[in-house]
């Protein structure tokens, strides 16, 4: 499957949701603490679902593959992980 048709079946609206969680990683050490102690994409969207940001876990790994990155991190290095994933969010939408 190329880039583009990766791009076309994601939806808008959960992207928009998973940009803003990423965007706050950032602002809230808090947040950033907590996500350093998952490793998977299942457990970051649950933590966004818990913050109010809703997006399935499969948007997450689809953000993952576009962006050449692992779906799944070590421990303490998901924060990294997704900073590098938000930074390059204008290239993916």
């Known amino acids: 499957m190329s880039d583009t048709t990766?791009?076309?079946q994601l939806d808008r609206q959960e992207?928009?949701?998973?940009f803003t969680f990423l965007g706050r990683i950032q602002q809230e050490p808090a947040l950033r603490e907590q996500l350093n102690l998952v490793m998977t994409a299942m457990e970051v969207s649950d933590i966004a679902k818990?913050?109010?940001?809703?997006?399935?876990?499969?948007?997450?790994?689809?953000v993952?593959?576009?962006c050449n990155e692992q779906p799944y991190a070590r421990e303490g290095l998901m924060d990294e992980k997704l900073?590098?994933?938000?930074?390059r969010r204008e290239s993916l939408l």
């Open 64 to 66: 993952f593959q576009l």
């Open 6 to 8: 990766d791009r076309d």
């Open 50 to 62: 818990a913050a109010g940001q809703t997006f399935r876990a499969e948007t997450l790994i689809s």
């Open 15 to 18: 992207l928009d949701q998973l």
């Open 83 to 87: 900073i590098r994933v938000f930074l």
